[in-house]
């Protein structure tokens, strides 16, 4: 009862502690509610990118000295805003001035100023990057406030905005759910939202289809695209002679980068005016011969169906960044397809095959939009592409120019003679051209006010372009799609692809007459297939990127080569036949141009690591085929009963499983050499480990016996630190591979210049490319070694010579790796033991884009050395590209693993002594500065 009695009294006291309070806080809102008026504006909404004027007004209902007034924004005295002058100081002049004093309007108490907010990063154009990660911490609601020297205080809220039209990713969808309201209560417009997946940190990629009716968007997805991809022919026919009747094409609009931020914002623009309005009028034209267009919505949504892709890039939106979490320019990622995001957004370009397709982009030198400059990829059909897309491009500069201050626009393909290419299908747009769009990528040149309003003018130019050209344009994207179904290699295409003198080259055929190949084969018998795995990952690429991919339903001989039951097909007479070669043939040594603007190698086989097999024999797979519709990939399989089994190191998803097994305290040995059926470098476990633990991955297995005689080292969990780039340390990731500070590292991986000397004793250092090369030869620990290169960002496929080493195992003798550093090691000392060799053949460069490759030929690729506590390996070619040279995963597994084996076999390698180190650490500091640009 006393508990009770003491608990009730604590609780009266609180009660009336808080009740108290609570009348304080009332009292002092209340007083100074009685101290507050309205401070009414002629605007509340202000920008950073444009300077602008806002008169004020308040009645304090008495009479006081103006000359004490005080102006406060955001709760600070206006002297104490000032405007940006560099880094991230504000000391320059004041961004908010008062250009008209308080003054009392004819006798009244009410008092009126005028304001004018000026531009706080002293430019209209906020692109400059060290603004551009700086400028959104401005945006939001602020008080402005007149304060009055008894305390009487004038407010009203307003807001900063970058410009007007700016959202944050979280004011997105909230901003479409609008629009969706507003639409439903004002016509009958279909409007769908999907997320078309998750990012990295599980944010939605937004995506809005804008269409007449849901009837016009089954027409399309049902009727219209499935007759255009299988018999085009039968579309044509009917265009030309006018029984096609009603149907609409896809227009789709994009970003990708989003720190380029009207990419973004003119979509949703775009989208109001489309869904919202009923007409929607702007000018159009140039050199004073502007013209108002008025575009009656319901008659556009006769002809398009609108496709809105907000940003590709959720992540980045937020973050304020052009890469995705993952430190991944998705822009470079659309071949590829490493990313989640480029993975969803590519699979639904496949699924519309859109008629054109605009990417929203900033900033360059001017008002850009393209086509571009050659090299052209010879996989496009360009005789059809080229004149059309020349065209929109007019009609969206003229639209952009007419409707923003800027002047001028320009054509790459026009106004540049290299250097703006579309050699690669990296982009966004140049993707979608091979699903026989018309691709552009649009540049605005600042981030500005003006550049949102040009890019709002380019997207409507485009709609009027393709709503008053449909049909030709429609007619030319179905001969695209006949060109592959009948497998013609047209002759009208060679004028566009040229040599660096501006000569025809036409597409380079060498002795064939076509081309394109007739087939490839993906075989999936171990006899054929070097890695399975990769081969399975291949078909499910090509299937979500609609290609058309069959399998063998029994053996079939083709040129003397037996095609097992399985095989996987890809018949090159079909309407994508472009995407699919330009992922699987060898590529173009474009050596010969003086500039490029991004690497252009692709060739998934040789990334990758798989078998295929290029055939030219018209029909050859035409009877006992299956078409694929989905393909479930393999996982290992465990053969024998004995204790023991040997993984062989023939793929990346076998390390994945090897750490897994570390992860969990299971025991691993490495073969250091090759003897009884085991490979140098092959993994032993435990039959029970895998079995517990392999579940989920690809592996090749075969029974272990008893062999004393086989020399194996157990290795452990390794401690792996990265120094460099995201993509190699996502590349370690994807592996499996715990990422620790370099200080408590087993192995540092590095693709960067940052080499230190002192932290590499009890270590293993693997330098990957030119800065890692130059940070090693600047510190001296290597008397004898030394390279040469011609410039960072030289790309090629080439062939190598590969030697026999436990650094090296998995891979043959003969190679086909990548590098994008245009490096090669020129020698090394005696101690070393080279691990590969660029050929020494006539023919070793493949493909790609390396002037001065010549000089590589029979050159030293990389090499290793042991001292006594520590190992230095270098590579003067890429291992992790952007996440796609997968291939070469297993040089750096290798690397590590060898980190942690048999201490004991380490012993007495080396002649650096311990109090050599630090002499030598001193001249690491050096930095490779002009070793070229940031391929990035």
Do not use: C
């Not at 939202?193 to 804008?210: A, M, N, P």
Request: overall charge negative.
């Amino acid at each position: 009862m006393r508990k009770h009695f003491i608990r009730w009294t604590i609780l009266l006291m609180m009660l009336s502690i808080l009740t108290q309070v609570s009348s304080s806080v009332f009292a002092n809102e209340a007083a100074e509610q009685d101290n507050v008026v309205e401070l009414e504006v002629s605007r509340d909404l202000f920008s950073l990118t444009e300077a602008r004027t806002v008169e004020v007004q308040a009645d304090f209902g008495e009479t006081i000295d103006l000359s004490q007034l005080e102006f406060q924004f955001g709760g600070k005295s206006l002297s104490e805003w000032r405007k940006w002058t560099s880094g991230t100081h504000f000391n320059g002049d004041p961004f908010i001035t008062v250009i008209e004093e308080p003054h009392y309007i004819d006798g009244t108490t009410t008092i009126a100023a005028t304001l004018e907010f000026g531009l706080l990063f002293n430019s209209d154009n906020l692109s400059n990057r060290t603004i551009r990660t700086q400028y959104q911490q401005f945006i939001g609601d602020y008080e402005l406030a007149l304060l009055s020297p008894d305390g009487m205080k004038a407010k009203a809220t307003v807001k900063l905005n970058v410009y007007d039209e700016f959202r944050f990713y979280d004011q997105l969808k909230p901003e479409i759910d609008q629009i969706f309201e507003q639409a439903s209560a004002s016509n009958d417009r279909y409007l769908e939202y999907q997320s078309l997946g998750k990012s990295v940190q599980g944010r939605d990629l937004h995506f809005v289809i804008l269409a007449r009716d849901k009837e016009a968007v089954d027409k399309y997805l049902n009727e219209t695209l499935p007759a255009a991809l299988e018999n085009p022919e039968s579309l044509i026919e009917k265009l030309e002679n006018g029984t096609m009747g009603d149907y609409q094409v896809p227009v789709w609009i994009n970003n990708i980068h989003p720190d380029e931020v009207e990419g973004v914002d003119a979509q949703v623009e775009l989208l109001k005016k489309f869904a919202l309005e009923d007409e929607v009028t702007f000018k159009t034209g140039e050199n004073g011969q502007e013209e108002t267009v008025s575009l009656n919505v319901d008659e556009v949504l006769d002809e398009v169906i609108f496709l809105y892709m907000f940003t590709n890039n959720p992540d980045g939106r937020v973050a304020n960044t052009r890469a995705n979490a993952n430190g991944f320019d998705l822009n470079r990622d659309n071949h590829y397809q490493t990313q989640i995001e480029t993975q969803e957004v590519t699979q639904e370009i496949a699924k519309w095959s859109p008629l054109s397709f605009l990417d929203m982009h900033g900033y360059v030198g001017g008002f850009l939009i393209e086509p571009t400059t050659p090299p052209h990829n010879p996989n496009f059909e360009y005789d059809l592409l080229y004149n059309n897309m020349i065209e929109q491009a007019h009609a969206m500069g003229q639209a952009g120019i007419a409707n923003s201050a800027y002047n001028s626009y320009l054509i790459p393909a026009l106004d540049y003679k290299d250097g703006w290419d579309d050699m690669t299908p990296a982009y966004t747009a140049m993707y979608a051209m091979l699903h026989g769009s018309f691709g552009h990528t649009i540049e605005v040149p600042a981030l500005s006010q003006e550049g949102l309003r040009a890019m709002v003018g380019a997207g409507l130019g485009a709609v009027l372009y393709v709503t008053e050209n449909k049909d030709q344009l429609y007619k030319d994207q179905l001969e695209i799609f006949k060109r592959g179904i009948n497998g013609e290699d047209n002759r009208a295409v060679d004028p566009y692809f040229v040599n660096a003198l501006g000569e025809e080259i036409g597409r380079i055929r060498g002795e064939n007459e076509n081309f394109f190949p007739d087939y490839y084969a993906i075989p999936t018998d171990e006899n054929e297939q070097k890695n399975n795995l990769e081969a399975y990952k291949m078909v499910e690429y090509l299937l979500r990127n609609g290609v058309k991919v069959e399998q063998t339903t029994k053996n079939i001989k083709v040129n003397g080569v037996l095609y097992p039951k399985g095989t996987f097909v890809i018949p090159m007479n079909q309407a994508k036949r472009g995407l699919a070669n330009a992922m699987l043939y060898k590529g173009e040594d474009v050596s010969d141009w003086g500039a490029m603007y991004d690497p252009v190698v692709v060739n998934f086989p040789a990334l990758r690591g798989f078998d295929i097999h290029e055939i030219r024999q018209p029909g050859a797979f035409e009877q006992n085929m299956k078409e694929v519709e989905s393909v479930t990939l393999p996982t290992g399989k465990i053969e024998g009963n004995a204790p023991k089994q040997v993984l062989s190191n023939s793929n990346n998803d076998t390390i994945k499983l090897v750490n897994e097994l570390l992860e969990n305290g299971a025991v691993v040995e490495r073969a250091i050499e090759t003897k009884a059926g085991v490979a140098k470098g092959d993994y032993i476990v435990s039959t029970k480990d895998l079995k517990a633990y392999g579940k989920n991955y690809y592996f090749e297995a075969r029974p272990f016996g008893s062999s004393n005689s086989l020399k194996t080292e157990q290795i452990t969990q390794p401690k792996v630190a990265v120094t460099g780039s995201s993509q190699l340390k996502y590349s370690l990731q994807e592996l499996g591979f715990t990422l620790v500070n370099p200080a408590d590292a087993d192995v540092i991986i590095s693709d960067n210049s940052s080499f230190n000397a002192d932290l590499l004793p009890g270590k293993s250092y693997v330098g990957i490319g030119v800065n890692a090369l130059n940070a090693v030869k600047n510190s001296e620990l290597l008397p004898g070694y030394d390279f040469d290169y011609t410039r960072n960002g030289h790309e090629g496929l080439v062939k190598a010579k590969v030697n026999d080493h436990i650094l090296t195992s998995g891979y043959e003798t003969d190679e086909l790796l990548y590098t994008a550093y245009g490096a090669w090691i020129t020698s090394v000392s005696e101690d070393a033991e080279v691990l590969a060799t660029f050929s020494n053949s006539d023919d070793f460069y493949v493909s790609g884009w390396w002037p001065g490759h010549e000089n590589a030929k029979g050159q030293i690729m990389a090499f290793t050395q042991d001292f006594e506590d520590a190992t230095i390996t270098l590579f003067a070619n890429d291992l992790a590209f952007r996440g796609h040279t997968q291939y070469s995963y297993r040089f750096l597994a290798n690397s590590i693993y060898d980190s942690v084996g048999s201490e004991a076999e380490k012993k007495g390698k080396g002649k650096v002594k311990d109090k050599e180190w630090k002499t030598q650490s001193n001249k690491v500091e050096k930095s490779f500065f002009e070793i070229g640009r940031d391929r990035d």
